[in-house]
């Protein structure tokens, strides 16, 4: 029998973790040893005992997910978790296997573990510890999320990105207005934003964020989606209208 992977997630984001936890607890290769929400916390861990594997986040306060690394010997295998793209390349020179994008898609996941039992097991053709190298002459690229998760009604939502039509903020709450419903959370539209994905979705208001694929007209003060016009804010014009002429042409 193959024995489990020991393996700890570590983000500052409850939410993130949450995800993680609950993906890594449906697959029975897996053993989660710890769940930290700091660096700190994990480096403890990763002190008293032997992990095989780690889920990271990069963006923390005090010490990041790239110092943490930066700092472990001997170095367990680490799949860096993130929302953002611009620290790819150093996460691979720092001998990462993996790179998920926020939000990560259970499908997504799962081919990281099965990486990463490959590794474990020398199903790479490498030593069992050694990390993967990664070719000089491509950059990594991270697949693009297909699923976004938010807080409503004191539960975890998971979106499809595709049916998503637009975001709308309103007072203490956001509305995410799909091709079936309304779902309100208590989420902040910044920090929606940063989640999706920059080439499928744009901020054009402050109140407004839209699916480059609904808009179905515009102009330089308006966009059109699903027969509704939304207004594109002055601070947001520029870029927004780069963007939709470009979509369009």
């Known amino acids: 029998m193959t024995a489990k992977i020991k393996c700890i997630i570590v983000d500052d984001e409850p939410l993130a973790r949450d995800v ?22 994990a480096f403890g861990h990763l002190q008293k005992e032997q992990i095989d594997l780690v889920f990271l986040d990069i963006k923390m306060p005090k010490i990041n ?16 978790t993130t929302a953002y793209r611009e620290f790819a390349i150093k996460a691979f020179e720092l001998d990462a296997i993996d790179y998920l994008l926020k939000p990560i898609s259970l499908s997504r996941f799962m081919k990281t573990v099965a990486k990463a039992n490959k ?5 790479n053709g490498q030593g069992s510890n050694e990390p993967i190298q990664e070719t000089s002459t491509s950059n990594p690229t991270p697949e693009e999320p297909e699923l976004l998760y938010i807080k409503a009604q ?40 940063e989640k999706l994905p920059k080439n499928h979705f744009i901020r054009t208001h402050r109140s407004f964020i839209v699916a480059l694929d609904k808009v179905t007209a515009f ?8 027969g509704k016009e939304l207004p ?11 963007v939709l002429q470009k979509k369009s042409s």
């Open 20 to 41: 993680l936890e609950g993906y890594a607890n449906q697959i029975d290769q897996l053993e989660v040893v710890a769940v930290c929400a700091n660096a700190v916390e």
């Open 219 to 226: 102009n330089s003060i308006m966009v059109e989606v699903n």
């Open 119 to 123: 590794y474990l097991n020398g199903g």
């Open 154 to 193: 004191r539960k975890i939502v998971k979106l499809d990105l595709a049916d998503i039509s637009y975001l709308e903020s309103l007072n203490d709450k956001v509305i995410i207005h799909t091709s079936k419903s309304q779902i309100q959370t208590t989420q902040r539209i910044g920090y929606l934003a």
């Open 232 to 242: 594109i804010g002055r601070n947001y014009r520029s870029h927004a209208l780069d």
């Open 65 to 80: 997910g790239l110092e943490l690394l930066e700092s472990l010997n001997p170095v367990p295998l680490v799949v860096f």
